[in-house]
């Protein structure tokens, strides 16, 4: 992955994260690696993500798509399809269980 630089806005080292990595990523790890801190910064990532997926519309002409891959429960595999904006749950409508696995993000972009 190409270093990033700390002169670029959060939101566009955000995207370059997104775009260079192997893996769809979670909010904690995003912010890790756009140098943000990883407790405090998470909350900050899904704001940022929320306004991403609007601009890449727009700056890429429709061509990358910002996709998230649903948070899961870990203890009855409830998943969370109905989410309105990118966000960790804090329990299970079904089961109550707080062990909730993250949402992934992943730009895919055309060529």
């Known amino acids: 992955m190409e270093a990033l630089s700390l002169e670029d806005t ?38 940022h993500l929320k306004h991403i997926a609007k601009s890449l519309r727009r700056s890429h002409g429709g061509r990358a798509v910002l996709y998230m891959i649903p948070p899961r429960c870990r203890n009855c595999g409830y998943v969370f399809t109905d989410l309105d ?17 993250p949402p992934r993000f992943y730009i895919e972009a055309e060529d």
């Open 10 to 47: 959060i939101r566009k080292r955000i995207i370059r994260i997104l775009l260079e990595s192997k893996t769809p990523l979670t909010a904690r790890e995003i912010a890790e690696l756009a140098g943000i801190d990883p407790v405090t910064g998470e909350h900050e990532v899904y704001i």
């Open 85 to 101: 904006s990118p966000k960790k749950p804090s329990k299970c409508p079904m089961c109550k269980s707080q062990r909730i696995e």
